[in-house]
């Protein structure tokens, strides 16, 4: 059984940031990437950051104001989203890729004034 957590989102206003977490746990022989998604009302869930091996992928919406980066402990990743826009508003997903993908409950990001 694998169990995915995310936390850290909140209400901000634009240009502003917030620092998304995200830790599995359980049994996890091998992790592929890990990697942080979001959907907002309307809208198809989509990729916004993926890391692995160190090695990071951005969409180009948030391509120079995100950055994911990968924790000391195993199997958690973080989000520090920076100069955020109205359009960043979603529901933020992390996912642990194994085999299968494994995906967290989700975090709500709402970038208003």
């Known amino acids: 059984q694998v169990q995915v957590m995310e936390s850290g989102g909140g209400l901000v206003e634009p240009g502003g940031s917030l620092r998304l977490s995200c830790a599995a746990s359980?049994?996890?022989?091998?992790?592929?990437?890990m990697g942080w998604y979001r959907q907002a009302p309307g809208n198809q869930r989509e990729l916004v950051a993926i890391?692995?091996?160190?090695?990071?992928v951005y969409a180009d919406s948030v391509k120079g104001r995100f950055t994911i980066s990968e924790g000391n402990a195993e199997n958690t990743v973080f989000l520090q989203m920076n100069t955020l826009k109205p359009e960043d508003t979603a529901v933020y997903y992390c996912?642990?890729?194994?085999?299968?993908?494994?995906w967290g409950q989700g975090t709500q990001v709402t970038v208003s004034s």
């Open positions: 996912q642990i890729l194994t085999n299968i993908p494994h």
């Open positions: 359980g049994t996890i022989f091998s992790t592929r990437l």
């Open positions: 890391i692995s091996k160190g090695v990071p």
